[in-house]
């Protein structure tokens, strides 16, 4: 997911998220009762288009030539998407215009966030009546669930056809997306590593003394002291927190951090049975119940709302915060008032750092009007170029190494910026799905179990087997 959704874990999204996801299950039985239907018909024969030329135009976003018309009796390919994506995707379609003149892309797209979009696209599913293209993500979004219910577009046939070589995207990109069957939906539109990115103020930094993070050597235990050097207080006050840690379950970096003390959510990478009272996941849970109780270093959830991270860094509440990679879009709203800076979050103990690959894709309606077309598109939307767009545009990276090679991002947000995430990308860790795809049940489950411990009301050990109950409810459910 990118930064146009709100994601952070407040009580107040936590039941947001609960409504969220009854909407989703009032829709998946009618989904599943109507998904059974023949597999589309095997994409006719074309010859693949040919490589965009490499270029080394300016970081801004260029302005594509004005559309070009379609020919008469062009296939229309409706595509759907969140809004807060329009003007990359109004970038993309006048450069497909050029391109394709005999198909034509008709943008729909949809306000709000993830808690409006998913809904509404789950609903024109059971109406039939969904985009011939679309935008669905992984990680906090329904790829899976929809991929396993037949609604997305089998793209085998077409990487076979057009010879695509899956080895230009990430191999954690592909690998999640190949967790339904073992084969291909949709084809990775972007990807970040989670929230492992350390954004911080350097500006505090120097002035209390503290070195920057070093990615390579940086440990659990040195930047502990760091969040306590930058703390400030007045009396019982705290002016200044020294980290805020972002702990969304799937959403905002906990699977990370669990993976960083060498745990995860699951006792197999089936997703059957919760691991989160093994001494790796618990070893993980304690650190950040420490920060906040113990250092006394990291907020509580009622000393500084998570949803307002990113105003209070920038107003100078905390000195670091861990987000995603388009949040070095945050540079933009800064502006002179510090000098921005971004590490890693650290390897843990058995020198591994933690991650997971949120992958966003463009699909395919396997029950739409033009399956053929459909998938130009998707290929489209998913080249080289489609990417480095994204990232210039978004501050959201394609699902590719060449994208983040490429010159333009590092130009446009910073190559101090951008270096730091481009070597976490290749090792990043695939998606942590539960077997049967209720990850945002999963999600909402563990957040409202741990939100005691964020709040300092309840011990790791005290939280332990409320949380393994409350997982253990979800993956005893069915597909």
Same mark, same amino acid.
């Given at each position: 997911?990118?930064?146009?959704?709100?994601?952070?874990?407040?009580?107040?999204?936590?039941?947001?998220?609960?409504?969220?996801? %009854?909407?989703? +299950? *009032?829709?998946?039985?009618?989904? &599943? !009762?109507?998904?059974q @239907?023949? $597999?589309? #018909?095997? /994409? =006719?024969a074309?010859? %693949?288009?040919? +490589? *965009?030329?490499?270029?080394?135009? &300016? !970081?801004?976003?260029? @302005?594509? $030539?004005? #559309?070009? /018309? =379609?020919?008469?009796? %062009?296939?229309?390919?409706?595509?759907?998407?969140?809004?807060?994506?329009?003007?990359?995707?109004?970038?993309?379609?006048?450069?497909?215009?050029?391109?394709?003149?005999?198909?034509?892309?008709?943008?729909?797209?949809?306000?709000?966030?993830?808690?409006?979009?998913?809904?509404?696209?789950?609903?024109?599913?059971?109406?039939?009546?969904?985009?011939d293209?679309?935008?669905?993500?992984?990680?906090?979004?329904?790829?899976?669930?929809?991929?396993?219910?037949?609604?997305?577009?089998?793209?085998?046939?077409?990487?076979?056809?057009?010879?695509?070589?899956?080895s230009?995207?990430f191999?954690?990109?592909?690998?999640?997306?190949?967790?339904?069957?073992?084969?291909?939906?949709?084809?990775?539109?972007?990807?970040?590593?989670?929230?492992?990115g350390?954004?911080?103020?350097?500006?505090?930094?120097?002035?209390?003394?503290?070195?920057?993070?070093?990615?390579?050597?940086?440990?659990?235990?040195?930047?502990?002291?760091?969040?306590?050097?930058?703390?400030?207080?007045?009396?019982?006050?705290?002016?200044?927190?020294?980290?805020?840690?972002?702990?969304?379950?799937?959403?905002?970096?906990?699977?990370?951090?669990?993976?960083?003390?060498?745990?995860?959510?699951?006792?197999?990478?089936?997703?059957?049975?919760?691991?989160?009272?093994?001494?790796?996941?618990?070893?993980?849970?304690?650190?950040?119940?420490?920060?906040?109780?113990?250092?006394?270093?990291?907020?509580?959830?009622?000393?500084?709302?998570?949803?307002?991270?990113?105003?209070?860094?920038?107003?100078?509440?905390?000195?670091?915060?861990?987000?995603?990679?388009?949040?070095?879009?945050?540079?933009?709203?800064?502006?002179?008032?510090?000098?921005?800076?971004?590490?890693?979050?650290?390897?843990?103990?058995?020198?591994?750092?933690?991650?997971?690959?949120?992958?966003?894709?463009?699909?395919?309606?396997?029950?739409?009007k033009?399956?053929?077309?459909?998938?130009?598109?998707?290929?489209?939307?998913?080249?080289?170029?489609?990417?480095?767009q994204?990232?210039?545009?978004?501050?959201?990276?394609?699902?590719?190494?060449?994208?983040?090679?490429?010159?333009?991002?590092?130009?446009?947000?910073?190559?101090?910026?951008?270096?730091?995430?481009?070597?976490?990308?290749?090792s990043?860790?695939?998606?942590?799905?539960?077997?049967?795809?209720?990850?945002?049940?999963?999600?909402?489950?563990?957040?409202?179990?741990?939100?005691?411990?964020?709040?300092?009301?309840?011990?790791?050990?005290?939280i332990?087997?409320?949380?393994?109950?409350?997982m253990?409810?979800?993956l005893?459910?069915?597909?």
């Open positions: 997911m990118n930064a146009g959704s709100n994601r952070r874990v407040t009580r107040r999204i936590l039941l947001r998220q609960a409504t969220v996801t %009854a909407t989703f +299950a *009032a829709t998946a039985a009618l989904l &599943a !009762a109507c998904s @239907t023949a $597999a589309p #018909a095997s /994409p =006719a074309t010859a %693949a288009p040919a +490589a *965009a030329a490499p270029t080394n135009a &300016a !970081a801004s976003a260029p @302005t594509p $030539a004005a #559309a070009a /018309p =379609a020919s008469a009796g %062009a296939a229309t390919v409706t595509l759907g998407y969140r809004s807060g994506d329009q003007k990359y995707m109004e970038n993309r379609n006048a450069a497909f215009a050029q391109e394709n003149t005999k198909i034509k892309i008709e943008l729909q797209p949809s306000p709000g966030s993830n808690t409006e979009y998913y809904p509404k696209l789950t609903a024109a599913f059971a109406a039939g009546s969904a985009p293209a679309f935008w669905v993500s992984t990680g906090f979004g329904l790829h899976h669930l929809y991929a396993y219910q037949g609604q997305l577009l089998p793209v085998e046939d077409y990487v076979k056809r057009d010879n695509l070589d899956l230009q995207w191999p954690a990109a592909i690998k999640t997306l190949q967790g339904v069957d073992g084969k291909l939906h949709a084809l990775p539109w972007g990807m970040h590593a989670d929230e492992i350390l954004y911080y103020n350097a500006d505090m930094f120097q002035a209390a003394g503290v070195e920057p993070i070093d990615n390579d050597k940086e440990t659990i235990e040195s930047l502990t002291e760091k969040t306590k050097k930058l703390t400030k207080t007045t009396g019982t006050h705290t002016d200044v927190w020294g980290i805020l840690t972002l702990v969304g379950a799937f959403s905002t970096g906990l699977i990370s951090f669990v993976r960083d003390f060498g745990g995860d959510f699951y006792k197999t990478p089936e997703g059957k049975e919760p691991a989160m009272d093994s001494k790796e996941a618990m070893q993980a849970l304690q650190w950040l119940y420490d920060l906040r109780m113990t250092q006394k270093s990291n907020p509580r959830l009622s000393e500084l709302d998570p949803s307002n991270a990113e105003t209070s860094f920038i107003g100078g509440r905390i000195a670091m915060f861990n987000s995603l990679c388009s949040e070095m879009s945050v540079k933009n709203k800064i502006g002179s008032k510090f000098k921005l800076a971004v590490g890693l979050i650290p390897k843990g103990p058995t020198g591994v750092r933690g991650s997971m690959a949120h992958v966003d894709t463009i699909s395919g309606y396997s029950k739409g033009h399956l053929d077309e459909a998938f130009e598109v998707v290929k489209f939307l998913t080249t080289k170029e489609s990417g480095v994204l990232a210039v545009i978004n501050a959201f990276f394609g699902a590719r190494q060449d994208v983040w090679d490429d010159p333009r991002p590092a130009q446009a947000w910073g190559a101090d910026l951008v270096d730091v995430w481009k070597s976490a990308m290749p990043t860790m695939p998606l942590a799905e539960p077997w049967n795809f209720r990850l945002t049940d999963l999600e909402t489950a563990m957040n409202n179990t741990l939100a005691p411990l964020w709040n300092g009301d309840s011990t790791v050990e005290q332990v087997p409320k949380l393994q109950q409350a253990k409810a979800v005893d459910q069915p597909r």
